[in-house]
């Protein structure tokens, strides 16, 4: 079991652990020096999108928008929230040849449909905080309502660098699912059908581009990325090849936990308009002028059947796996949407990779796993995917190439390859699987609807955890060298690494 934490543990750390804060801190002042020399370098114009017409802040009805994410008042962090409404008519597409896996596609607009949809926007209290770029969620319905998946994984770093992030309501089942909870604030919503979704999205960054001081509060963004997480970045990815080359409305592009093949994909145009599915096997087109970033975990690379369009990498984009991780994990829910950045959440994330539990979220007992569900680090590296996307598309320095997953194709069932303590060989590494306390898995849960996509934990033993750490401070030495190389490879961040070596040295790991 973990020990119990009262606060940020006020602890001794080992002289390894000493030695990898000054580390810590010498990156940091390092990154820093380098953003703030890059900072003004360029001012993105996008190319003509139609205006939509921006309504708000939307207030009335139950008094808050109508959105599953982070759960804390903003306030607390610096950041403030607002919503607003946006209307025009938008374009569906249909394809001038015919699809093809490798996303080189030449597109046209089909037919037109007017629509009313929302924005909800977390932007700095203090102007003089915002660093520039907006990060555009394409919101996740798969549950049936809008959810803020990338907002809830890496929010204390778009907090802690003064990002501003835009949620879009682009499909209509978010819209249908506000306006069924809310009605009083939401009757004005109107969706004609997700054939539609595309434009939408474009005209959502248009309007944070051209619209900023009502959408921003007066804030002027020199960057926009585009980010969506699982279902959403399947139409994302459908986004990347089919419209990012007409709209040219982001400079750059998080593609989080997508699938390879259908169901996972998602289709350029559907009923009631002409089905036009996607190819499986699709490929991010190698042609575009800005940075798409395609981050995976095991259990996308597998089940969601990624690894038929793994592709190499190019001058525009990378691929980063991420062993030990799940689609959805204990920081998703949940940890995550409490986690205000105080250090309480990497305690509290650290601890459940000793003591997993099985019911991602207490307050929907009916999502009930049958084993401990994944406590894998994936939104820390997520956090850094940000950080990497952010400069490549404003500097131009892309990010080293990452190492893949280790898979074994030798049979018509491919798997990965394990190393002695069962964690998968390959990919960006983490202390959770470098210095590990469990096994780590993208696969085997079972349960009830959703829980195949937590993977699966299993901690060590009391005799097992002695043999590999005889002491506390041999495991914190471990944990923090392990950290140390992730922060080194820009796959953690330095502020992250150093609560991740705290959190460590405030455990019974070796006691």
């Not at 003509?48 to 928008?65: F, I």
């Not at 975990?297 to 691929?319: C, I, K, N, V």
């Given at each position: 079991?973990?020990?119990?934490?009262?606060g940020?543990?006020?602890?001794?750390l080992?002289?390894?652990?000493?030695?990898?804060?000054?580390?810590?801190?010498?990156?940091?002042?390092?990154?820093?020096?380098?953003?703030?020399?890059?900072?003004?370098e360029?001012?993105?114009?996008?190319?003509?999108?139609?205006?939509?017409?921006?309504?708000?802040?939307?207030?009335?009805?139950?008094g808050?928008?109508?959105?599953?994410?982070?759960?804390?008042?903003?306030s607390?962090?610096?950041?403030?929230?607002?919503?607003?409404?946006m209307?025009?008519?938008?374009?569906?597409?249909?394809?001038?040849?015919?699809?093809t896996?490798?996303?080189r596609?030449?597109?046209?607009?089909?037919?037109?449909?007017?629509?009313?949809?929302?924005?909800?926007?977390?932007?700095?209290k203090?102007?003089?905080?915002?660093?520039?770029?907006?990060?555009?969620?394409?919101l996740?319905?798969?549950?049936g309502?809008?959810?803020?998946?990338?907002w809830?994984q890496?929010h204390n770093?778009?907090?802690?660098?003064?990002?501003a992030w835009?949620?879009?309501?682009?499909?209509?089942?978010?819209?249908?699912a506000?306006?069924?909870?809310?009605?009083?604030?939401?009757?004005?919503?109107?969706?004609?059908?997700?054939?539609?979704?595309?434009?939408?999205?474009s005209?959502?960054?248009?309007?944070?581009?051209?619209?900023?001081?009502?959408?921003?509060?007066g804030?002027?963004?020199?960057?926009?990325?585009?980010?969506?997480?699982?279902q959403?970045?399947?139409?994302?990815?459908?986004?990347?090849?089919?419209?990012?080359?007409?709209?040219?409305?982001?400079?750059?592009?998080?593609l989080?936990?997508r699938?390879?093949v259908?169901p996972?994909?998602?289709?350029?145009?559907?009923?009631?308009?002409?089905?036009?599915?996607?190819?499986?096997?699709?490929?991010?087109?190698?042609?575009l002028?800005?940075?798409?970033?395609?981050?995976?975990?095991?259990?996308?690379?597998?089940?969601?059947?990624?690894?038929?369009?793994?592709?190499?990498?190019?001058?525009h984009?990378r691929?980063?796996?991420?062993?030990?991780?799940?689609?959805?994990?204990?920081?998703?829910?949940?940890?995550?949407?409490?986690?205000?950045?105080?250090?309480?959440?990497?305690?509290?994330?650290?601890?459940?990779?000793?003591?997993?539990?099985s019911?991602?979220?207490?307050?929907?007992p009916?999502?009930?796993?049958?084993?401990?569900?994944?406590?894998?680090?994936?939104h820390?590296?997520l956090?850094?995917?940000?950080?990497?996307?952010?400069?490549?598309?404003?500097?131009?320095?892309?990010?080293?190439?990452a190492?893949?997953?280790?898979?074994?194709?030798?049979s018509?069932?491919?798997?990965?390859?394990l190393?002695?303590?069962?964690?998968?060989?390959?990919g960006?590494?983490?202390?959770?699987?470098?210095?590990?306390?469990?096994?780590?898995?993208?696969?085997?849960?079972?349960?009830s609807?959703?829980?195949?996509?937590?993977?699966?934990?299993?901690?060590?033993?009391?005799?097992?955890?002695?043999q590999?750490?005889?002491?506390?401070a041999?495991?914190v030495?471990?944990?923090?060298?392990?950290?140390g190389?992730?922060?080194?490879?820009?796959?953690?961040?330095?502020?992250?690494?150093?609560?991740?070596?705290?959190?460590?040295?405030?455990?019974s790991?070796?006691?």
């Amino acid at each position: 079991m973990a020990r119990q934490h009262s606060g940020l543990p006020r602890v001794h750390l080992p002289r390894p652990a000493v030695a990898f804060v000054a580390f810590l801190t010498a990156i940091a002042a390092a990154l820093t020096t380098t953003a703030a020399a890059h900072a003004d370098e360029q001012v993105s114009v996008a190319p003509a999108v139609a205006d939509p017409v921006v309504t708000g802040p939307v207030t009335g009805g139950a008094g808050a928008p109508q959105l599953y994410g982070t759960t804390f008042d903003l306030s607390q962090v610096g950041y403030q929230q607002s919503e607003y409404f946006m209307a025009g008519t938008a374009d569906s597409y249909q394809p001038v040849n015919p699809l093809t896996a490798d996303g080189r596609w030449t597109v046209a607009p089909a037919s037109t449909a007017p629509y009313t949809t929302r924005v909800v926007v977390d932007r700095p209290k203090d102007p003089a905080k915002f660093n520039g770029t907006v990060v555009v969620e394409w919101l996740n319905v798969t549950g049936g309502v809008d959810v803020a998946t990338t907002w809830i994984q890496a929010h204390n770093e778009l907090i802690r660098e003064g990002y501003a992030w835009v949620g879009v309501s682009a499909q209509a089942a978010g819209v249908n699912a506000a306006k069924a909870i809310d009605p009083a604030r939401y009757s004005a919503l109107s969706h004609p059908g997700d054939s539609y979704s595309y434009d939408i999205f474009s005209q959502a960054g248009q309007a944070v581009r051209d619209s900023a001081a009502s959408v921003l509060s007066g804030l002027r963004p020199r960057t926009l990325l585009a980010v969506g997480e699982s279902q959403s970045a399947f139409r994302l990815t459908t986004y990347t090849d089919a419209v990012q080359p007409l709209a040219g409305v982001y400079d750059g592009i998080l593609l989080e936990s997508r699938g390879g093949v259908a169901p996972v994909t998602a289709p350029l145009s559907q009923a009631p308009q002409a089905d036009v599915p996607v190819p499986d096997g699709l490929l991010i087109r190698t042609d575009l002028k800005v940075p798409v970033l395609t981050f995976e975990t095991e259990t996308d690379l597998l089940m969601l059947g990624y690894l038929a369009a793994r592709q190499p990498d190019s001058a525009h984009f990378r691929l980063w796996e991420v062993a030990g991780t799940s689609h959805a994990d204990t920081y998703i829910t949940p940890v995550g949407p409490t986690d205000t950045g105080d250090g309480q959440g990497d305690v509290a994330a650290f601890d459940t990779l000793l003591d997993p539990p099985s019911t991602p979220d207490p307050s929907h007992p009916e999502v009930s796993c049958n084993t401990p569900i994944n406590a894998g680090q994936a939104h820390y590296v997520l956090e850094a995917a940000v950080h990497a996307l952010n400069r490549w598309a404003t500097t131009g320095v892309a990010p080293a190439p990452a190492p893949r997953l280790e898979v074994d194709t030798s049979s018509s069932t491919p798997a990965f390859v394990l190393d002695a303590n069962g964690n998968v060989k390959g990919g960006i590494r983490t202390p959770s699987v470098d210095s590990p306390v469990a096994t780590l898995s993208g696969f085997g849960q079972e349960g009830s609807f959703y829980c195949t996509l937590f993977g699966t934990t299993v901690p060590f033993g009391a005799a097992k955890l002695a043999q590999l750490y005889p002491t506390h401070a041999q495991f914190v030495a471990r944990w923090s060298a392990s950290t140390g190389s992730a922060v080194a490879a820009g796959h953690i961040r330095p502020a992250d690494g150093l609560a991740l070596v705290k959190a460590a040295a405030g455990s019974s790991v070796g006691d």
